[in-house]
């Protein structure tokens, strides 16, 4: 089977549920915070790899063989469910703007969370060496372009949102 049927529900997710739960969400998904210095470089990675995991995915089968595939496919479903609630919260922010309810109570970037976890069941589902290292490229210049976010999001919200980063992690 293909792999690149894995990849059919993080575009309904991020393209179709997001639009129809809230029409402006997905205009604000697509928003990049602005980027100083090597947040540049991570950005231009960043979008490479992600580009790079969907396309390959393109060539590569899914592995069926017990028990591994078993394992991949409940993570894979777990990465699917926090990219499903995280994109539901992101779509309703508060009148503020600011996301802080439901998901991102426990964490203040459960979309990158979803998408580790669901990217790693693929690499699982595939057993690609080469996806597990566009994966580790992927989330590690995630990292820049959350330090990036998290600048303008002190900018445009202030106290309200260095409260919220006071009580909630970075990540889990």
């Not at 739960?21 to 990049?32: E, T």
Request: glycine share 4%; proline share 3%.
């Amino acid at each position: 089977m293909n792999a690149f049927l894995l990849i059919i529900p993080l575009f309904l997710i991020r393209f179709g549920l997001l639009k129809m739960i809230n029409k402006d969400a997905l205009s604000r998904a697509a928003l990049f915070a602005p980027l100083e210095g090597g947040e540049k470089v991570a950005y231009l990675f960043y979008q490479l790899s992600n580009a790079f995991i969907i396309l390959y995915l393109v060539f590569l089968k899914i592995q069926t063989k017990p028990p591994l595939f078993f394992i991949a496919l409940l993570i894979y479903i777990l990465g699917i469910s926090v990219l499903i609630i995280s994109t539901v919260n992101f779509a309703k922010p508060e009148q503020s703007g600011i996301n802080t309810n439901g998901i991102f109570k426990i964490s203040r970037n459960p979309m990158y969370i979803g998408y580790f976890i669901y990217f790693s069941s693929c690499v699982l589902l595939t057993h690609s060496i080469l996806l597990l290292i566009s994966l580790l490229v992927f989330q590690i210049s995630a990292h820049w372009i959350i330090l990036s976010e998290e600048r303008w999001c002190v900018n445009k919200f202030g106290t309200e949102y260095i409260n919220y980063m006071n009580k909630v992690k970075r990540y889990i």
